[in-house]
């Protein structure tokens, strides 16, 4: 027989005990609606990736929806519990971060996928569950925007990778010093652009769709120059001005010739177009000498 003593302390787990399997019990109808819509289609066909916090919002909101009861006090560990009990093929995480929630996705869904579907990594709870609850058009057409993303950033830093390799092993401008005006022109400023950079700004500005790394696109001459000049600015800053350029040579020492302001050739240099001032002076001064040694062996 139980004394006073041992029924205050028994008392309260049946209560709470009581009060756990209520809980459980309410909303059933809306609970079955919500994990039709969200735990099957969602999770379990769609593999995406939600937060418990999310799940919780959108149990909630249907509930105000189809049974028109405010459901705000119901725990979000009784839903888990739930979802648990009823789903045994969820995976629930917990980021390592304090302020991320709870994540829930189907345990089959693979490290690449799951990666893929991750949501807003800020920590924040942005999505509202009029999100989760939209036509499965519009939950197809969210999902491949995030998949995109994710793909697009990947490609673009792959591509990055490989441009970057390719400017580590162009070995820029290979004649001898000073170079002169059969060293500094179009076709041979062609010879320090790699390939792969040409072309690759060719595509981006849309001159042409030929998809091709064999050999440099053909594209409009006006164009043509343009993109030139923007990838001979790309080798120069990529080498840290080590890698000189027929451009950054030319432009240095024509605008040092018209202004002879070294002002002007030392802002156009920060801005990452032509050679330092010192730098365009050696060149001028070694041009000149090469030229007194020409005049002298002709004379």
């Avoid at 491949?144 to 990055?160: F, I, M, P, S, V």
């Avoid at 000073?178 to 076709?187: G, H, L, M, Q």
């Avoid at 696109?217 to 000049?229: P, R």
Wanted: proline share 4%; hydrophobic share 35%.
């Amino acid at each position: 027989m139980c004394t006073q003593s041992q029924h205050l302390f028994i008392y309260p787990f049946i209560y709470f005990s009581f009060m756990c399997c209520r809980d459980e019990a309410m909303f059933d109808a809306s609970y079955k609606l919500f994990c039709e819509r969200i735990i099957r289609q969602r999770l379990l066909v769609n593999n995406e990736v939600l937060r418990m916090g999310q799940l919780r919002q959108a149990f909630i909101d249907m509930v105000k929806a189809n049974e028109g009861v405010d459901a705000s006090n119901y725990r979000q560990d009784l839903l888990k519990k739930r979802l648990a009990q009823d789903f045994p093929q969820l995976a629930f995480h917990m980021p390592t971060k304090r302020n991320v929630c709870e994540l829930v996705f189907a345990e089959t869904l693979s490290k690449d996928a799951l990666v893929d579907m991750l949501p807003d990594p800020s920590g924040t709870e942005t999505t509202q569950s009029s999100e989760l609850s939209q036509t499965d058009s519009d939950n197809e057409t969210g999902r491949t925007k995030c998949q995109t993303t994710h793909e697009d950033t990947r490609t673009l830093y792959t591509a990055a990778l490989f441009l970057k390799r390719l400017l580590s092993d162009t070995p820029g401008m290979s004649c001898p010093w000073p170079p002169t005006s059969e060293n500094v022109n179009v076709t041979e400023s062609q010879t320090v652009v790699p390939i792969g950079l040409y072309n690759l700004l060719s595509w981006i500005i849309g001159s042409t769709e030929e998809p091709t790394l064999d050999h440099y696109v053909n594209i409009d001459d006006d164009v043509h120059l343009k993109v030139l000049s923007v990838c001979q600015d790309i080798v120069y800053l990529a080498s840290k001005g080590r890698k000189q350029t027929p451009k950054s040579l030319a432009l240095g020492l024509t605008v040092r010739h018209l202004t002879g302001s070294s002002r002007i050739v030392s802002l156009l240099n920060r801005l990452g177009h032509c050679a330092s001032w010192d730098t365009v002076l050696s060149l001028d001064t070694s041009l000149a000498q090469l030229t007194l040694v020409e005049v002298s062996h002709h004379s």
